[in-house]
């Protein structure tokens, strides 16, 4: 009894002692893949993660952008990717505006604040055009004429241009992280305080039923 009880035991040495044999390698192939991948990590180059600008479309944060497929693998010039759609995504928003209040002063007989805003959305666009030439970057049309929404009220357009300067508002912020560079962000800043200090309180007055009429020239503000 004594011998069988020895060899039992040693049998469960044996096997504990292949047990840990076993957990001590797996640990050593786990520890050994994670110092692996850790010195990828330190001896491969660093990818520089940039500022992304998403495309909105109707259902997303912002409008349907038609002018965004450009070919960054044809540009020669200094900006980024990021830096191209910010002001691919500029553009088009003011592009939008110019055609949707053209269009509500053609179906509405040049209502104010439209008449008035129109304007400065065609000179906003030209701002933007600057620093499209100064960069190098083609200058696309303005593919919204025709293709926007039309107005049989005057109410319902004004509603409209709280909305649209709402989203142009809000562009401008996240536009803001895409460049570092002054002169677009001193662009990009100049808009939006044209859309949220100028344009917006213009069209809160129309939907509110003030501010209204035709060709009455330029009012307080919205003209910039």
Known sequence: MKKAAFFEVKSMNYVALILLIVALTVASGCSSGYVNNASAVSNGATPIVLPTVATPDKNGEGNECR?????????????RKDEIDGLLLALNDE???????????????????????????????????????????????????????????????????????????????????????????????????????NHLPAFERCAGGGGRGPRNGPGPRGNR
Do not use: M
């Open 95 to 197: 592009y939008l505006a110019t055609a949707t209040y053209q269009q509500v002063n053609k179906d509405l007989r040049d209502p104010r604040p439209f008449i008035n805003i129109v304007q400065a959305e065609i000179r906003h666009a030209d701002l933007l055009k600057g620093l499209f030439t100064k960069y190098d970057v083609s200058i696309p049309e303005n593919p919204w004429p025709g293709n926007v929404t039309k107005f049989s009220d005057l109410d319902d357009a004004c509603k409209a241009g709280v909305q649209a300067e709402i989203l142009n508002r809000d562009l401008y912020t996240r536009l803001f992280k895409t460049t570092e560079r002054k002169d677009i962000l001193d662009v990009y800043r100049y808009l939006q305080r044209a859309s949220e200090e």
């Open 67 to 79: 002018i965004c497929g450009f070919d960054s693998a044809s540009y020669k010039g200094e900006l």
